[in-house]
């Protein structure tokens, strides 16, 4: 993955569905390097039937998306040196269009051609003392990156062409986010219309949780050796995704290298911004707009989410006091979500 998010809370009220409560089916696995956990909630749960279509369906995400399968859809577009439009799944050209219109609206901190500067930067496999990039290895890198400038997607045809032979696809920031939505779809496929669907510490919501009513996600503080809640929020229907750059990155002569790339850059992020929670209508939308907000900061992110009026939690480090101290900002659209649960 190219961020790891972090841990959320499921947090659940004290509440009640009636006379008639109904079946609760829980789900672990491990997938996309992390682990998976699903509640479902309905009568005459198949439990058979249900894993097995969890399942099945996480393996057709990997067999499409997968960096890590050389034989994935997206592993054979990036082996490719090809110039000519190549056709894309109807999967993976419904992931180009949501990748295109977040690189475009967060003016480019989105960008699934990133491989060669996250690469160059040792995420992953990198020695502590190896020395971190040069200027020239840098620029070098970066000439190979831009989603704008290096690829043509054609919805109307599902291709997508490449425009420099060498270009290659990382999907890290947005593949879980699309197998996330792709097993709820599998739920409702069996008829669940209460759910949770959580990967890695990212998730979607459906209706309500086992005890009747809203399922309540508690953000994880930023703090290394300890879990802690920071916010609770309350949802149904919606997709919670949280991006940290505080338990991947490497030091290198007493500097501090985040696992984040500024697309615009080529360099590791250096604000104070450590951990962003941005909640949407689906995973595959919060996941992709979580790096992108992380990339931005707080700052320029919050001008951001208020222009695209997008629901999202920044906690930011104070260096004004000790390395534990933190100050949080959240954009109109996640303070009304807030004042609800207040409302409630």
Same mark, same amino acid.
């Given at each position: 993955?190219l961020?790891? #998010?972090?841990? !959320? &809370?499921?947090?659940?009220?004290?509440?009640?569905?009636?006379?008639?409560?109904?079946?609760?089916?829980?789900l672990?696995g491990?997938?996309?390097?992390?682990?998976?956990?699903?509640? #479902?909630?309905?009568? =005459?749960?198949?439990?058979d039937?249900? #894993?097995?279509a969890v +399942? =099945?369906?996480? /393996?057709? +995400?990997?067999?499409?998306m997968?960096?890590?399968?050389?034989t994935?859809?997206?592993s054979r577009f990036?082996?490719?040196?090809?110039?000519a439009?190549?056709?894309?799944? #109807?999967?993976?050209a419904s992931? !180009?269009?949501?990748a295109n219109?977040?690189?475009?609206?967060?003016?480019?901190r989105?960008?699934?051609?990133?491989?060669?500067?996250i690469s160059?930067?040792g995420?992953?496999?990198?020695?502590p003392?190896?020395p971190?990039?040069?200027?020239?290895?840098i620029?070098? &890198?970066?000439?190979?990156?831009?989603?704008?400038h290096?690829?043509v /997607?054609?919805?109307? /045809?599902?291709?997508?062409?490449?425009?420099?032979?060498?270009?290659s696809?990382?999907?890290?920031?947005?593949a879980?986010?699309?197998?996330?939505?792709?097993?709820?779809?599998a739920?409702?496929?069996?008829? @669940?219309e209460?759910?949770?669907?959580e990967?890695g510490?990212d998730l979607?919501?459906a209706?309500?949780?086992?005890?009747g009513?809203p399922?309540r996600?508690?953000?994880?503080?930023?703090?290394?050796?300890a879990?802690?809640?920071q916010v609770?929020?309350p949802? /149904?229907?919606?997709?919670?995704?949280?991006?940290?750059?505080y338990?991947n990155?490497?030091?290198h002569?007493?500097?501090?290298?985040?696992?984040?790339?500024?697309?615009?850059?080529?360099?590791?992020?250096t604000?104070?911004t450590?951990?962003?929670?941005? @909640?949407a209508?689906?995973?595959?939308l919060?996941d992709?707009w979580?790096?992108? !907000?992380?990339?931005l900061?707080?700052?320029?992110?919050l001008?951001?989410?208020?222009?695209?009026?997008?629901?999202?939690?920044?906690?930011s480090?104070d +260096?004004s006091?000790d390395?534990?101290a933190?100050?949080?900002a959240?954009?109109?659209?996640f303070?009304?979500l807030?004042? &609800?649960?207040?409302?409630?």
């Amino acid at each position: 993955m190219l961020r790891r #998010a972090s841990m !959320m &809370a499921l947090l659940f009220l004290t509440a009640c569905w009636g006379e008639d409560e109904p079946e609760v089916l829980r789900l672990t696995g491990e997938t996309m390097g992390t682990t998976y956990n699903i509640t #479902a909630i309905g009568d =005459g749960l198949d439990e058979d039937r249900i #894993a097995g279509a969890v +399942v =099945g369906m996480l /393996s057709q +995400v990997n067999a499409t998306m997968s960096n890590w399968d050389p034989t994935s859809e997206v592993s054979r577009f990036s082996a490719s040196r090809s110039t000519a439009p190549i056709e894309l799944s #109807a999967e993976l050209a419904s992931l !180009m269009e949501v990748a295109n219109t977040v690189h475009e609206q967060s003016t480019g901190r989105f960008d699934v051609t990133l491989d060669p500067l996250i690469s160059l930067w040792g995420f992953g496999p990198r020695k502590p003392t190896d020395p971190v990039p040069s200027e020239e290895e840098i620029t070098q &890198a970066w000439l190979r990156v831009g989603q704008e400038h290096l690829l043509v /997607s054609d919805s109307e /045809s599902q291709t997508l062409t490449k425009l420099d032979p060498n270009v290659s696809l990382n999907l890290g920031a947005i593949a879980k986010g699309y197998g996330i939505d792709a097993v709820a779809g599998a739920l409702r496929d069996h008829e @669940i219309e209460n759910y949770m669907v959580e990967i890695g510490g990212d998730l979607v919501t459906a209706g309500l949780n086992p005890n009747g009513a809203p399922w309540r996600i508690g953000v994880e503080k930023p703090q290394l050796g300890a879990q802690s809640v920071q916010v609770v929020v309350p949802l /149904s229907g919606q997709a919670l995704a949280t991006s940290g750059d505080y338990r991947n990155f490497f030091e290198h002569d007493g500097q501090r290298y985040s696992h984040i790339i500024d697309p615009t850059t080529g360099r590791p992020i250096t604000h104070v911004t450590t951990s962003v929670t941005v @909640i949407a209508d689906n995973a595959m939308l919060a996941d992709a707009w979580a790096t992108a !907000m992380l990339v931005l900061g707080a700052e320029a992110g919050l001008k951001l989410a208020e222009t695209h009026k997008l629901a999202v939690f920044f906690i930011s480090r104070d +260096v004004s006091l000790d390395e534990d101290a933190y100050i949080t900002a959240q954009s109109g659209a996640f303070d009304a979500l807030l004042q &609800a649960q207040t409302d409630d």
